[in-house]
Every structure is written in C-alpha cells, then in structure tokens.
C-alpha cells in the first residue's frame, strides 16, 4: 500500500470535485437554503398544522349539577381545562335527553347496528364529531357509586380522526370534572389524582364494520402513490434527457422531422408510463404482501395495526389516482431533466423537487384534514384527500369538491407540460455545455461580461434570499411593545431584509442600475391615474381578502398576535405617521425589490406576463402566512402590469402606497367609531371592511375596466416588453396609450 500514491489520488479526486459548481451547491450551499425554505413553506401552511376544534353534539345537558359545571354555554366550564383547550372544543346543547329515542332503532333484528347508523348519520348532518348523551339526572349522592347505570353516554367513531380526538378531549375534560365532583361530595382534595368521580361515563365506538380498516390504508396509500409516482417518472426523465445528452443521441432526434412538441409529448408519455407502472407494481406487492400477512389474523402486532389487508375498491381508486399524479410528477420531472446537463447534475434536483412537494403530502396525514373549498384548490393535497374520501366511502363529503380537483389538477398537469415543451424549444437549455468552476475566474469573467439587467437565475436567487433573510429575523426581533418600537422595527427589516439585498444585487449584477430598477419619473397624470386604479379595485380587493379568510381562517394564535399589533398601532402619535410606516416605506422597498430587480430579472423570458406571474410568486412567497400571500400575489399581479406597461416603478409605488393606506384608513376610522361613513364604508360579512355597495360597484367596473385596458396589449405582445435603453426598446411605455397599441394605425411597440 503506497500511501503517497493514495494521496495523490485523494487530492486529484477532491480537485475534480470542487470544479464542478453543482457538487458545490449541493454539498455547501444546499444545507443552508434547503431547511430554511422548508421552514417558510411550513409557516404559510401553518394553519393545516395547527390543532383544529372539534365539535360536541349534548343531549340532556339540563340533566348536569349547576355545581361543579361541567358546560358553560357553547364552552367547557372554566377550571376543567385551560383556555386555550377550552376554544378546542365547541358544545352544541338545547335538545332533551328525550331526543335520544329518535335515533333508536325500530329493527329488532339488527338493533344495535341500526342504532349506530341513525346516530352516525344525525352526527354527520349536523356536522359534529361527538354525541354526549347525560340520560337523566347526575345524582351526586353516596350511594350512586352502588349504581350501575350509566350518567354519560359518550358516541365517537374511531375511523374519523377528528371524533377520535374528540373523544379523547372530552375524555380528559370529564376526568378533570369528575376529580371536582369527588372534590365537592367526597371530601378528596381537588388536586388528588387517585380520584374517581362518583358519574359513571360509558364511552361507545359507532365504528361500523370494516371502516376502520378502510380508514387505515386511506390515510397510508394516497401518500404512498404520491411518493411512487414522483419517484418512479424521475430516474426515467433523467435518463431520457440528461442521459441522451451524455450518450450524443439528442441531436440525432432533434434532427428528426419530428417537432420539439411532438418530442417533448413522446417521452412525457414514456415517462408516465414508468410512474405508473412503478406505482401499481408497488401497490400490486403491499397488497400481496398484506393479504398473506393480514389475511388469516397472524402476526398480531401488523394487525392490530392494519385492520387486514386493503380493500379491493380501495386498489381501483388508487390505480385510477395515478393517472393525474404520474401526469404531474412526470411533467415536472422532465423539465428538470432537460435543464440538466448530465444525469449527475440531473440527480441533484430530486431533492429541491420533494421538498417542494413533501409539505403539499404531509397535509392530508395530518388528523382533522378533510377535503373542502380550501384544501381542494391546493395541488397534490386536493388528490389526496378526495382518494382518502373513496376509499373510505365517504361520498357524501367529497362529492361536492371533486370538480375543484379536478379542475386544480388539469390546470397544473397542463402547465407542467407547457413547462416540458418550453423546455424543448430552447436550445440554450437543450445544448448547455459542461462547466468547471473555478472561483477567480468565474469571478473575473462574471463582472467582465454582465449584462445590462439582471437574468432569471438572479431574479429567483433574490427573492430566496429575501424569504431566508426574513425566516431568519424572526428568531432573533423580539414583538415590539410600543408604537416607537414597532415603528423603528418596521422600517429596519424592510430596509435589511428586503430593500438592501436588491439594491446591492442591483449594483453587483447590473451594468445599469436605475433601468434595473426602473428608476425614471412619470408625467403627473400616470402618477394620478396609479393612485385611482388604486382606489377604483381597493372593493374587489376587499372581496377577494373575505373570501381567502374564509377558505383560510386565521388561527386563535394569529388573530391575539393581530389584536396585539392593533392595539400597538392605536398607539400611533398621528395618522400620517401611521400610514408613513405601514403604507408607504413598505411599498418603496418591496416595489424596488420585486417590480424593480425581480420583475427586471424576468423580463428577459419570452412573454411579459410570465414574469408578471414569477415576480408575483416571490412577492406573495416573502409574506408570513398563507392568507397573506395569496392576497399579495392577486396585488403583485395589478401591480405588475402597471410596471410593465409604465415602465417606471413610481406608478408601482402610488398604488402600493394608496392600497394600504385605504386598508388603514378604513380600519383606523372605525376603532375610533367615525360617523357619518356609511355612504363609504359598510362592514362585511366575514369582520372585514370595504366601500358601500353601489360606490363600490361603481369603482369595481371602472378599475377592472383600466386594468383590462392596460392587459391587452401586455397580452397581445409576442415577445416580450424591451427595457428601456435596450436596443429596440422605447424611452416610456404609456399605459394610458393602450387603446393606440389595441387599435394601431401603423406598426408599433407596445
């Protein structure tokens, strides 16, 4: 063994491997970006991971002692439990314990399960997940403890994991009442754990019969697919891309008389077919391997587990759910291949490609997630979670969200594939020759030639770096007390964490900063105009933020976190400074950041509007919570197009500007209980404000009817929009030109 030998090959090997840039993202810069964009992406979908309520149904609630109670109107008596699991549980009381008998069964030959079918279906219509039946009067005295007669009757259906927990809140809550019982007749200290209250509560499992074991697999298989789809179409898409590249037998396809549609298509179909067939093979051996496990009820550990073996309508549902997910996972995963110049390089995005994905999966395992308007327009989690309803049976909650996902899902399948086909007719992606990377070189030749704004790969590198430097803040800016100290927080995270990477990237990456930027004045009747179209969509806004708060509710942590911030903000010394902080610094610099160095970095693509839609993901991306973030990407759309079509970032500025002031003055006006407002201002159904109804429509027709004027011809444009000074480009774009650029009466520029 010669040990110099062996070292010089070691040095030689780590030399090679240094050179290459992928390997050093992907050893060195991977680990710090990775986690902390999962940890963003799992803050937006906060509210899926939060603890949900449940709801209990009473009967006979006039049947419990005043003293110690255990109800307190729509919520558990205080000192059961804290306050915060007494919002976790929301009673539903009023009926006699006579209302019981409505549920019994009149078949005496199945009585028991007829029973448990009328009281699951009345539980179900009434949209609760308990039943608590207190038969007759809770008698309190000695000798009830020689009484066998049950004083609660507690129906819960462990299939259902949100009665399941449910009946284990309410399990601990009459734990704690009945220490308080045993505390006010027994003489037992109320701390005393050894305890046992003097109300016997007999729980009851309405479960029918093999749902528990279509419950199991519905909450395994769907994730299951998921993750056999993905993985079974992206080592294919590798090898049909990367590795024909790295084989040389790419060009001699592309030669043939066969279009890059028509190629792109082929081998999105070959790649399919691997993602199914990968899928069924592995559901085809689970469902072996459980039937010989499960079926005869050996192996007591697995099937207590289990329940037995999967259902057969369970394998049709899944079989038929990979069709939409190999479509999806496929497309994606040959785009990505074709960006790749090798299968090595090629191996690297798996992982950027299941972290996207793994929290839209993680989802639906979580316990009380159901399919509704919220979560079936989320893509792959709306699958999911209507397969979980198929298997299960559960027709009657699904049936009205599967248009939704299949709507969400045609929709993104299609983009995909557009994405795939786009791919396929740039050659710069297609022919990318190998790189070595050598760091002064790199440096060197990168300042040597840059361009004059900034390429898609910075616009993306800036707004993840702007979600990172904002994920970080959080944990080390401790929640300001008062208004100063709000004020001065505001002011500098914006300006840290959002103005200041842009501009210096700005300065670094563009040979002309202000057209980056987008710096240059406007004609005062544009700045006007901004301001108007402002005020004219600020109703439809107002909408559309009513509706996502109740696809989307807020969380009880979120809305004491949104009094406290209100109470701050009473605190301002006057109005104008209250919109100086909240409206105006925070449209400068995000507008300088997403419409001025973003938006600039995605005008390079080949349509306007696709890097509008880009510029607008990484604006909505850099807000705390989800419902925030669908707001601003609608915002960052409108706001988009004005930049576009004005070519100046002020128009993006007045109207980010008048935006958020409208929703502080209409806020601020009515904490202080201003009169005299109802022509303007009307409170909406779900807590929120916006303009009165005829104003409003007024102003709804006329915004949309400037937006639509300022969107056709962005739409109309083949190529993209030139910045200004690059060849060809116009010193002003004037959106208030638009019809001109509709109905020309000779070539022009729009």
């Given at each position: ?12 090997e ?12 992907t ?20 509210q ?30 205080r000192?059961?439990?804290?306050d ?32 448990s ?7 179900r ?18 000798e ?5 007669r ?34 006010r ?16 509560v007999?729980a ?35 090898d ?14 592309l030669?043939s008389?066969?279009?890059r ?8 179909g ?6 199914s067939?990968t ?7 689970l469902?072996l391997?459980?039937l010989?496990l ?25 079989v ?21 110049r ?8 798996l992982?950027?490609l299941?972290?996207?994905t ?22 792959v ?9 198929m ?11 599967l ?10 399948c299609a983009?995909?594939?557009r994405?795939?086909?786009y ?23 990168y300042?040597?030639?840059?361009d ?5 790969g910075?616009?993306i ?29 505001t ?19 563009s040979r002309?900063?202000?057209t980056?930027?987008?710096?240059k ?20 806004l107002a909408?559309?933020?009513?509706v ?19 109470a701050?903000?009473?605190?301002a ?11 105006v ?28 839609v ?8 850099a807000?705390?919570?989800i419902?925030?973030s669908?707001?601003?990407f ?9 930049a ?13 500007a008048?935006?958020?002031?409208v ?7 009515d904490r ?5 407002l109802?022509?303007?201002?009307k409170?909406?159904?779900?807590g ?34 030139p ?7 116009r ?6 030109d638009g019809?001109?650029c ?9």
């Open positions: 063994m010669n040990w110099s030998n062996i070292r010089l090959i070691f040095a030689r780590l030399v090679d491997q240094m050179r290459d840039r992928r390997t050093l993202f050893v060195f810069v991977m680990p710090l970006l990775l986690y902390p964009i999962l940890g963003a992406l799992t803050m937006q979908l906060g899926f991971f939060r603890e949900q309520p449940t709801a209990v149904w009473i009967l006979g609630a006039e049947n419990l002692p005043a003293d110690p109670g255990l109800v307190d109107g729509i919520r558990i008596a000192g059961l439990v804290g915060s699991g007494r919002s976790l549980i929301r009673l539903e009381s009023g009926e006699p314990a006579t209302a019981f008998q409505r549920y019994q069964t009149t078949d005496s030959s199945d009585g028991e399960g007829t029973t079918a009328n009281l699951l279906a009345a539980m219509e009434r949209g609760t997940d308990l039943l608590v039946v207190i038969p007759h009067p809770v008698r309190l005295e000695r009830i403890l020689l009484d066998d049950p004083d609660m009757l507690v129906f819960h259906d462990s299939a259902d994991d949100k009665s399941r927990i449910a009946a284990q809140r309410w399990q601990f809550v009459t734990a704690a009442w009945q220490q308080q019982l045993m505390a007749f027994l003489g037992f200290e109320s701390g005393d754990s050894s305890a046992h209250g003097p109300a016997m007999s009851v499992d309405l479960t029918p019969a093999g749902s528990m074991q279509a419950a199991t697999w519905a909450r395994i298989l769907p994730l299951l697919i998921m993750i056999w789809c993905l993985t079974g179409a992206f080592y294919p898409a590798i049909l891309c990367a590795g024909e590249k790295e084989r040389g037998t790419l060009e001699t396809l030669s008389p066969s279009s549609s028509d190629i792109a298509l082929g081998k999105l070959a790649v399919m077919v691997f993602s067939a899928a069924v093979l592995n559901l085809t051996s469902g391997t459980a010989l499960l079926g005869g009820g050996g192996f007591s550990p697995v099937a207590g587990l289990l329940q037995g073996p999967p259902p057969l309508s369970a394998i049709g549902w899944v038929l759910a990979t069709i939409p997910a190999s479509a999806l996972f496929g497309a994606l995963s040959l785009a990505a291949a074709a960006f790749a090798s299968s090595k390089e090629g191996q690297y995005y992982v950027p299941i972290m996207v793994l929290p839209l999966m993680i989802i639906p395992m979580l316990p009380a997630s159901r399919l509704d308007l919220g979560t079936s327009l989320i893509p989690t709306g699958i999911m979670l209507a397969l979980r309803g298997i299960e049976g559960e027709w009657s909650q699904i049936a009205a969200w248009g939704p996902v299949v709507i969400v899902t045609i929709a993104c983009a995909a594939i994405w795939v086909v791919q396929f007719n740039r050659e710069e992606i297609l022919f990318r020759p190998s790189e070595r990377f050598a760091l002064g070189q790199w440096i060197a030749e300042f040597r030639s840059r004059t704004g900034p390429a898609p910075h616009a590198v800036c707004g993840l770096l702007i979600l990172l430097l904002r994920f970080f803040s959080i944990g080390f800016v401790r929640p300001p007390v008062d208004w100063n100290g709000f004020a001065l927080q002011v500098i995270l914006l300006l840290a964490t959002v103005c200041v990477p842009a501009l210096l990237m700005t300065v670094v990456l002309q900063p202000l980056t930027l987008l710096l004045g406007l004609p005062v009747r544009h700045v006007v105009a901004a301001g108007v179209l402002a005020l004219c969509l600020h109703p439809a909408w559309f933020s009513g996502v708060m109740r696809l989307y509710p807020h969380s009880e942590s979120v809305n004491e976190l949104a009094s406290g911030l209100t701050i903000m009473d605190g010394p006057s109005l104008v400074m209250l919109i100086l902080v909240l409206a610094v925070p449209a400068i610099f995000e507008e300088l950041a997403y419409r001025g160095f973003v938006l600039s970095g995605f005008r390079s693509m080949a349509r306007p509007m696709v890097a509008v880009l510029s607008s993901v990484l604006f909505a991306a807000h705390g919570v419902q925030q669908l707001i601003a609608v915002v960052g759309l409108i706001v988009g197009v004005i576009i079509r004005s070519g100046s970032i002020v128009a993006c500025i007045v109207f980010h008048v935006h958020n002031a929703a502080v003055l209409l806020s601020r006006w202080c209980g201003v009169d005299g109802d022509w303007l201002v409170q909406s159904a779900d929120g404000h916006e303009l009165a109804s005829l104003p409003a429509t007024l102003a709804t027709v006329a915004g949309m009817a400037m937006l639509v004027w300022m969107l056709r011809p962005t739409l109309a444009k083949p190529g993209r929009v910045a200004t000074g690059e060849p060809g480009g010193s002003s774009i004037s959106w208030l019809l001109r509709v109905f020309p009466r000779r070539q022009r520029v729009c």
